[in-house]
């Protein structure tokens, strides 16, 4: 991402993984969703990022080692009932505590330790100065 400069944040919401086929008439082929992982966690080093998709284990996979927060969240598209999900972090991002209406799972740093991250989400403070 050469023309982006580095005090940018770039977030990537790719289609589901599993359900990508039902929900999206564009939908990603695993072979898709590994380019993508490639190309964030290989080519995007200047800039932050942040990606989120379906908490499975085809993902988890991709993005080993880096940052993630799993949580749940409300869908209302076709029913009710909530859904989990999972976010990960560049490592030079400084991920802030959470508010709303998302319920924390957990959060897990490449380091192995894990922690309940608290309610108060500020977009400002996820890049340092």
């Known amino acids: 991402m050469p023309s982006a400069g580095a005090g940018t944040l770039i977030y990537c919401d790719p289609p589901y993984y599993v359900k990508g086929r039902d929900l999206y008439y564009d939908y990603y082929e695993p072979d898709d969703h590994e ?3 490639r190309f964030v966690t290989r080519e995007i080093v200047r800039q932050k ?3 989120s998709y379906d908490n499975v284990k085809q993902v988890r996979d991709l993005y080993a080692g880096c940052e993630r927060m799993k949580y749940r969240i409300g869908y209302s598209a076709r029913s009710s009932r909530q859904g989990a999900e999972v976010m990960f972090f560049s490592d030079s991002l400084k991920v802030p505590h959470l508010v709303g209406p998302i319920r924390v ?3 897990r740093g ?3 330790t894990s922690r309940v991250l608290r309610k108060g989400f500020d977009y400002s403070s996820f890049i340092s100065r």
Request: charged share 25%; no cysteine.
């Open 35 to 37: 380019r993508v992982a």
């Open 49 to 51: 990022w942040i990606v």
């Open 105 to 107: 799972i957990r959060e």
């Open 110 to 112: 490449s380091s192995g």
